[in-house]
């Protein structure tokens, strides 16, 4: 596994390769090859905040995201 913080994610990936990354992501879905369950999420009320963890897995790809 890798984790990726955003400073260097922004530093790595710029505006041409975001697109296109979107553009195939949409396409997928459409594809119907999309792998996305609904998010997990939990209100966390003694500190008034909430968590959200949302994910998909793109059939053909190797790599997924959390």
């Not at 905040?49 to 959390?66: R, Y």
Request: no cysteine; net charge negative; charged share 30%.
């Amino acid at each position: 596994m890798r984790i990726v913080e955003e400073d260097d994610l922004r530093r790595i990936v710029g505006e041409p390769e975001a697109l296109a990354a979107v553009e195939i992501a949409f396409r997928a879905v459409a594809e119907g090859r999309v792998t996305q369950p609904l998010p997990f999420w939990m209100e966390l009320e003694k500190v008034r905040g909430e968590i959200h963890v949302k994910g998909a897995f793109l059939e053909g790809e190797a790599v997924f995201a959390i």
